[in-house]
């Protein structure tokens, strides 16, 4: 898996990218600012672009801006924004126009090399990914009556850990239940949300957005 | 104003003034009694003793009302001239054959009336003449003393124009040609030509003068201008026979030039009146104003008072330094135009102004009549206006405090995040990497590095919350409502209920976020209820809080007291209202 890096702060985007050739992952370049890694993309056309939302020119929100480019031009690029942020505004910006190959974590995640592998390849195979801290306090937060008051808790959660990217087999793990009951609670999910009419694997991209908007 | 008060008294009427003006007066009147009542046939007033007495009564009105009618009195028309004018008037009898030793005088100066009474017209509130006045004044006496007075008078041989009876021309130098019948047409028509540019003139004037102005001097000035237009005519009327008469249509003009200078006096009188009538108005204002007026109160009650709408009164802290309106607002006083400042002075210093439209309060005596009865007024609106300054100032660093406050967060919160915050990650990256390359030899070392991986996750998370108590970056990007959105997700139990929708300005939008920050960091645990909502004008934020708000709220009062808000708070609820503009 081809993976470019976007960070201004040398020293961690250098050792981000041995960190990521050490798992297996091919890094085809590096680069500092919103505008270098644009360019970078369009030559080197790698999988995943791996992005820090804080970067220079402006040092505010110019990597997701530059992020949210990535995906227009180029649908089947993915990108991974690093974030300081622990707001859901800031991922569902990323995620609302276009859902799918697109991940938001949080900035430490850098260190934490199986969140962030498991991240990129989830990615790369077109799903979205969401930062579990980011999730668990979109949970935890009192709402008014919204389309996900209709599911069940097991439900609840099962959508929690897609929205964090998990595969099928890993939530059966995380919940102790066979693959067959995650699937017919993913099911139920896609029914009560009325995404039924939409592929498969867009359909997974599609209950993450509800999960995000509704929050 | 030592020269200006010098002027003045030029123009009043000393008490020896006084007395000589009207012994004079009564000297002409038994004269010109004793000259109607000997030849009736030559007289103005003819046989009637009722046109006599109006006569007599015109004039003795004329110098009375200029006697009693003070030079500092607003729209009056200046004292000498005014008595002069009432005194010469009944010498237009004078150049009768009756007249006796006063024949030459008479020949002299009987049409000398309308130049004084023009003269007072002009010199109306002691405006100072100007160059066409001047020059109107000097054609109208040269007209009057000169053509039809000194010059006609050499050339006059009463026996020659058959008048046997008539006493002697004392002036008489030749009266041989027909010189005096062309000098008398000449002057005439000079008499018509300087009324009708002196009728002409005052229009001008009045029409060029505020409309408070016009109701001021027109009572007196009206029937003034009136009476000498009533002379231009009597002189048009006579130009083609050169001399002034008193044919019918000569006496009707006459009674109609008599009723014009009863209504002169009347109108000065009326003045007097009426400016008594303000003097008393305003010490009763002192009683009105007694129980605490609202701001401009007194203001408005001037303008009444003084009959002009655009009266405002502005005061001083500084002896005329800067000035401030009733509302402690900073103003200017007017630098010319339309518009005049009268300044009221007490205890040598200037405290306050009148700004009101020219030449309302040229009368300086009323200005310090009002000084005088409105002081307590006047000080009183001066205090408030000056606590209401004081307290905008108090607002305005008040705000410039806050603004500087959240700067500052603003500025912290960056540092932390692409500072700190930076390090302590690329730390955790850095012992990530040490750890693998140790994983196989040394796994004690690389036990420890874990922990210390851990523990740099750990600050970094807690870094982050300090910032984004510092200061939300969310509020600043995307403003209020999705700030309060962030802010619930962060702390579950905030329940925003309602959320204005669009941006407000930064200050009223950190206010009312940091008013429900405080309510969460304030209750111990409990439902956070937030409704805000805009209405007319203002950001209405409702906080209703299940647990208890401990403390004081002394920091969200300045906040919401330097937007020029409100601030309402029990024990459970907090209420804000700050103004947003729209």
Redesign the interface.
């Known amino acids: 898996m081809r993976v470019v890096i976007a960070d201004d ?1 040398v ?2 985007r250098d ?2 990218a ?2 990521l050739q ?1 798992a297996g992952f091919e890094v085809a370049g590096r680069c500092g600012d919103a505008d270098a890694l644009l360019r970078m993309v369009n030559a080197r056309q790698p999988d995943v672009a791996l992005v820090d939302i ?1 970067m220079p020119p402006h ?3 110019d990597g997701l801006v530059a992020a949210q480019e990535i995906r227009r031009r180029h649908p089947e690029i993915g990108v991974l924004v690093l974030s ?6 800031y991922a569902m910006r990323l995620l609302e126009k276009a859902p799918e190959r697109a991940g938001y974590l949080l ?2 995640r ?4 199986a969140v962030l592998a498991d991240a990129l390849r989830r990615i790369g195979e077109g799903e979205c990914v969401i930062d579990p801290t980011i999730v668990s ?2 949970v ?3 709402r ?1 009556r919204g389309p996900l008051d209709q599911l069940t808790d097991r439900e609840r959660e099962v959508l929690e850990l897609i929205a964090e990217g998990h595969s099928n087999r890993a939530i059966g793990q995380a919940l102790f239940l066979s693959p067959k009951t995650v699937e017919s609670h993913i099911s139920q999910i896609f029914m009560k949300l009325d995404l039924r009419e939409s592929p498969a694997h867009h359909r997974r991209v599609l209950a993450v957005l509800t999960f995000l908007r509704s ?1 | 104003m030592t020269w200006r008060k010098r002027w003045l008294r030029l123009h009043v009427l000393s008490p020896i003034r006084r007395l000589l003006a009207v012994g004079l007066y009564v000297a002409v009147a038994v004269v010109t009694l004793a000259i109607v009542r000997g030849e009736p046939g030559y007289a103005l007033a003819g046989h009637s003793a009722v046109a006599l007495a109006g006569e007599l009564a015109a004039g003795a009105l004329l110098v009375v009302a200029a006697l009693v009618a003070g030079a500092r009195q607003p729209g009056a028309l200046v004292a000498w001239p005014l008595a002069a004018a009432g005194i010469a008037w009944p010498l237009a009898e004078w150049n009768s054959p009756g007249a006796g030793a006063a024949f030459t005088a008479g020949l002299v100066l009987y049409a000398v009336w309308p130049c004084l009474l023009a003269h007072a017209a002009l010199r109306t509130d002691q405006r100072p003449l100007g160059q066409p006045a001047i020059a109107l004044l000097a054609v109208a006496y040269a007209t009057s003393l000169g053509v039809l007075g000194v010059a006609s008078a050499a050339v006059f041989d009463p026996i020659a124009r058959g008048c046997f009876e008539c006493p002697a021309n004392r002036l008489l130098i030749s009266g041989a040609t027909d010189a005096w019948h062309k000098l008398g047409q000449v002057g005439l028509a000079l008499s018509v030509a300087w009324v009708a540019f002196f009728v002409a003139l005052v229009a001008a004037r009045v029409v060029r003068s505020s409309p408070a102005r016009r109701r001021l001097v027109a009572p007196a000035l009206i029937p003034a201008v009136a009476a000498v237009a009533l002379f231009g005519v009597d002189a048009a009327h006579s130009v083609e026979r050169g001399f002034l008469s008193n044919d019918s249509t000569d006496r009707a003009l006459w009674v109609g030039e008599m009723a014009a200078l009863s209504l002169v006096a009347a109108g000065v009188a009326w003045e007097r009146v009426r400016a008594r009538r303000t003097r008393s108005a305003l010490a009763r204002l002192v009683v009105d104003l007694g129980a605490s007026p609202p701001p401009g109160g007194l203001q408005e009650q001037l303008a009444a008072l003084l009959g002009d709408p655009t009266l405002t009164l502005l005061h001083s802290l500084d002896d005329g330094e800067h000035w401030i309106d009733a509302e402690g607002r900073p103003a200017a006083l007017p630098a010319g135009g339309s518009r005049e400042a009268t300044r009221i002075v007490a205890g040598g210093r200037q405290v306050s102004a009148l700004v009101h439209g020219a030449r309302l309060l040229d009368d300086p005596a009323l200005a310090q009549e009002i000084a005088r009865a409105a002081r307590l007024g006047l000080e009183h609106e001066r205090l408030n206006a000056a606590r209401r300054a004081h307290l905008a100032q108090l607002r305005a660093s008040r705000a410039r405090i806050v603004a500087t406050a959240d700067a500052e967060r603003r500025r912290l919160e960056h540092d932390l995040h692409d500072g700190a915050q930076q390090r302590l990650v690329t730390l955790a990256l850095s012992a990530r990497l040490a750890r693998r390359q140790l994983a196989a030899d040394e796994p004690a070392l690389e036990a420890e590095l874990g922990i210390a991986e851990e523990e740099l996750r750990a600050a970094v998370a807690e870094l982050r919350e300090l910032a984004h108590g510092l200061f939300p970056t969310v509020l600043a990007d995307e403003g209020f409502g999705p700030a309060l959105e962030v802010l619930a997700e962060q702390t579950p139990r905030l329940v925003p209920r309602t959320v204005p929708e669009g941006r407000f300005a930064a200050p009223v939008e950190s206010a009312a976020y940091f008013v429900v920050a405080e309510s969460l960091r304030r209750t111990a645990g409990g439902d956070v209820a937030v409704d805000a909502r805009r209405l007319d004008g203002r950001l209405v934020l409702e906080v209703a809080c299940a647990g208890e708000l401990a403390g004081a709220a002394t920091e969200l009062e300045d906040r919401v007291g330097a937007l020029g808000g409100e601030l309402v708070a029990d024990s459970h609820n907090l209420r804000a209202e700050l103004p947003c503009g729209s």
Do not use: I, P
């Open positions: 702060e020293l961690l050792g981000l041995r960190l050490d804080r040092h505010g929100d300081h942020h622990l707001e859901s505004r900035k430490e850098v260190s934490d090399l306090r979109l935890a937060r009192k008014e929050a």
